[in-house]
């Protein structure tokens, strides 16, 4: 693959708070190949702070070692195009030269085998770069320094981890689900086929107010939905059904905020909503059915950080 570093910005820690909503990375579980001492640990380096000073105890840090490596664990998988990394800042910013940013699902080799999205130039002292990419999927990031038979340190101040489409492969459910062809999760695997008995589509029994919802598993700033519908019938059934975001379970969720109400999506096509910012871990779709009873199919949905 291309690979493609782009130098967004270069910040003094102090002045940003990485723990943003968007940041999938904040608070993961994070482990690496040692620890140097009581200052370094590896979560340190998914904490939400910048802070570069490497004995305020907000960074993490190897010992010195053949291919060293740190690793976070985002608990499920995620569309990956982007992390942001912050060096150290009171010395040794030469360090971080070479080390690559591998992205995937495997633990063979401690995850280092997996896809390589960058490799780390210089950074300076105390400062954040982005890397850009196109979209990889994984659960895990690594970030490995090849020893190349020289010992060498991997020190982080801060690894952030931003996604794509935040709903593919999350924790779908429906109020209720046709037929074996008709799984929740399948509106979230990724894959806009929409010929229903291909295997991609959730579905619904007929019935009223059907509703289906993906939990994300943490707060998001959202600001766009994608919807695809159904391409081998019934594309009005689609019509009226009302995506809502929030946080509150009640009433399984379909009295969170509303986002957007869709329309006519034509067979097999695929539509976009955007709105205002709505802080939310559940996405719903929810078709009102004023005595009616309806019948929800989604082919995928996207969902999309304001970040």
């Not at 594309?235 to 986002?259: K, M, T, V, Y």
Request: glycine residues 10%; hydrophobic residues 35%; negative net charge.
């Amino acid at each position: 693959m291309d690979i493609i570093v782009i130098s967004l910005l270069t910040v003094l820690p102090c002045l940003f708070n990485a723990g943003s909503t968007d940041n999938v990375a904040f608070g993961g579980d994070a482990v690496q190949s040692s620890t140097l001492d009581q200052f370094g640990d590896a979560n340190h380096a998914v904490d939400g702070n910048r802070e570069s000073i490497y004995t305020r105890g907000s960074c993490s840090h190897t010992a010195g070692e053949y291919n060293p490596w740190w690793r976070v664990d985002l608990k499920r998988i995620y569309s990956i195009n982007r992390v942001s990394i912050t060096n150290r800042g009171d010395c040794c910013e030469e360090r971080i030269i070479g080390a690559q940013i591998r992205i995937g699902n495997s633990l063979d080799n401690n995850g280092n085998n997996n896809e390589l999205a960058a490799i780390i130039g210089f950074i300076p002292l105390g400062g954040t770069q982005t890397f850009t990419f196109n979209n990889i999927q994984g659960r895990y990031v690594n970030i490995f320094l090849p020893g190349n038979g020289i010992s060498k340190i991997i020190t982080l101040c801060e690894v952030e981890v931003y996604p794509d489409n935040i709903a593919i492969g999350a924790n779908a459910v429906q109020s209720s689900t046709f037929d074996q062809f008709a799984d929740a999760n399948h509106a979230v695997d990724g894959n806009r086929e929409s010929i229903y008995t291909r295997g991609s589509c959730s579905h619904t029994a007929g019935e009223y107010y059907p509703w289906w919802r993906v939990d994300l598993k943490r707060i998001f700033s959202i600001n766009k939905v994608i919807i695809t519908n159904r391409g081998d019938c019934c594309p009005e059934r689609i019509i009226g059904a009302q995506i809502r975001i929030g946080n509150s379970l009640d009433n399984n969720g379909n009295n969170n905020e509303l986002a957007a109400t869709i329309g006519s999506i034509p067979l097999g096509g695929t539509q976009t909503f955007t709105f205002n910012n709505i802080q939310g871990q559940y996405v719903n779709i929810f078709l009102p059915g004023n005595g009616i009873s309806k019948i929800i199919t989604l082919c995928e949905v996207e969902v999309y950080t304001a970040g």
